[in-house]
Each structure stands twice: as structure tokens, then as C-alpha cells.
């Protein structure tokens, strides 16, 4: 994962603006080569159904995507003015993720803006936080998106405890190889009462919170409703973020070193300091 954060902010990173108050933004005209989009008519298509998502998260789209007017040469030293548009971080994670999938650029898009977004959602200074901390935000992160993923597979027809362990698996399957929840926790040497997510450091962590984040939304955005889609659907997302991370060249979840404190066992440390 973090070969892939490396490797999409010099891809994205570079084409960052910051203005006068320190806010970060992008313009759309220079997002659309990156994207691969040769028409800005498309482009546009994709702008304007990440404005819908917006909406219907309950955001106001021109919070996030302001119409500007920018000048442009043609030649002969003549330039005219052309229609861009400033969008924010969260603008282009909505673009990448309304975006065509089949493109690489936009599979690296959805998981640079995703993690990087989530990142900032977790705590602003993210990057300034430890190992252990890093570890403690996105457990508590991935602890309340685990729940809504629950709601999202009871919608799809995962009922059961056991059908819910099976859709579990499916999962880490996907993103791990083929292994499930009982074989990560041998590769960890972990007993059977000891959460596996417990003993995962940043970088794993954030692999699994991304699993979980998208397959949330592609269950609902897909109208998944049968066991049988719920759990292909996790397995293929699992998949996906393996994929993604094997083309740039980085470590496996399950290569992944296992650290020797549990985030149970840094919390207590923390709460006696505090004491």
C-alpha cells in the first residue's frame, strides 16, 4: 500500500495547487490528461455524476467544485479563456470514483484519493502521527466502517453470524490470496481469541479499511441483494486492492510484518501515562 501511495503522488501530488489560506485543490483541466480522458466533453460526464454523489452525500457540490475561468495561448502568442473548474481533494476522490475502472490510472486515482481522504478524516496531521498511533486511527476508523459494512451485507441478504464469518472471509481471500481469517491468524501466530486486526500494522491496516470502504459502496451503488453476489463482490474488491498493489511492486498483506504489541495492548499503555 504504501508503494502505491508513493508511486500516485508523484502522479497526483504534482499537478497539486495550494492557494493564499493553505488549501489544496486541483483544476479539472489538468486532472483530465492524468486521467486519461482525451475529450473534456467525457471528462465532464464523469465531473458532473461526481457532483451528484456529492449532493446526495449531503454536501454542497460548490463547496467542492468551483467554476473558474482560466487563459490558455493558441498560438501566434493569442490566447483565449476556456471554462476549469478548482476541485477539492474530495472533489477528485468523487471523480476518480465515478470514473471508467478499466483504466489503471483510475484504479491508482481511487486508491490514492480514497486513502489520502480517509487519512484526513482520521486526523489532520496524519503524516506527523507514530507507527502506533497511525495504527490506533485507522483501527478506530476501520471499526466503524466494518459496522456499516455489516448493515450493507444485512441489506444484501447476509443474516446469519456464520454467513457473516463466510462474507468475512471472502474478503480477506480476495485481498489476501486465498487465505482466510483462521489462516492469517496462523501466519500470525496468533491464538484464537486474538483479532487478527489487532495485530496489523499502518500499512496493513489501511489496505483492509480500503477493502472494506469500497465494498460497502459497491454493494449499495450496485444494489447487491443476494449471499451469493455480496460475497463474490468482497472477493473481487479484495482482489482488486491485491492487484493493484502487486503491479507496483509492493508487499503482500500477508508478508507484512506482525508487530509485537497489539493495539489493545498500546491502548492500556497509553491510559496508564495518563493515569
Request: with cysteine; aromatic share 8%.
Amino acid at each position: 500500500m504504501n508503494d502505491i501511495i508513493t508511486y500516485s503522488e508523484e502522479t497526483f501530488e504534482s499537478i497539486k495547487h495550494i492557494n493564499e489560506y493553505g488549501q489544496e485543490y486541483w483544476y479539472a483541466r489538468e486532472l483530465q490528461p492524468v486521467l486519461e480522458y482525451s475529450q473534456w466533453r467525457r471528462f465532464e460526464d464523469t465531473i458532473e455524476r461526481a457532483k451528484l454523489s456529492c449532493q446526495n452525500s449531503g454536501f454542497n457540490p460548490k463547496d467542492h467544485f468551483a467554476n473558474v475561468g482560466k487563459m490558455v495561448e493558441i498560438g501566434s502568442g493569442a490566447s483565449r479563456e476556456i471554462d476549469d473548474i478548482m476541485l477539492s481533494r474530495y472533489a477528485c476522490y468523487l471523480i476518480v470514483m465515478n470514473g471508467d475502472p478499466r483504466k489503471e490510472i483510475i484504479a491508482l486515482g481511487q486508491t490514492y484519493f480514497a486513502v489520502k481522504t480517509r487519512q484526513q478524516e482520521l486526523i489532520e496531521n496524519y503524516e506527523e502521527l507514530t507507527e502506533e498511533q497511525k495504527r490506533i486511527a485507522i483501527r478506530k476508523e476501520l471499526k466503524k466502517h466494518n459496522t456499516s459494512l455489516a448493515d450493507a451485507a444485512h441489506d444484501a441478504g447476509i443474516i446469519e453470524p456464520m454467513d457473516y464469518a463466510i462474507f468475512q472471509n471472502h474478503g480477506y481471500m480476495g485481498l489476501y490470496g486465498g487465505l482466510k481469517a483462521q489462516d492469517i491468524r496462523q501466519r500470525k501466530g496468533l491464538t484464537k481469541n486474538q483479532d487478527i486486526l489487532d495485530y496489523m500494522g499502518s500499512t496493513e491496516l489501511a489496505a483492509n479499511l480500503f477493502r472494506a470502504t469500497q465494498t460497502e459502496e459497491k454493494l449499495r451503488r450496485d444494489h447487491v441483494n443476494t449471499k451469493y453476489q455480496a460475497n463474490e463482490t468482497h472477493y473481487q474488491v479484495g482482489k482488486t486492492v491485491r492487484r493493484t498493489i502487486q503491479e507496483l511492486g509492493g508487499t503482500m498483506p500477508e508478508n507484512l510484518p506482525t508487530p509485537e504489541k497489539s493495539i489493545k495492548q498500546i491502548e492500556r499503555e497509553e491510559r496508564k501515562k495518563l493515569k
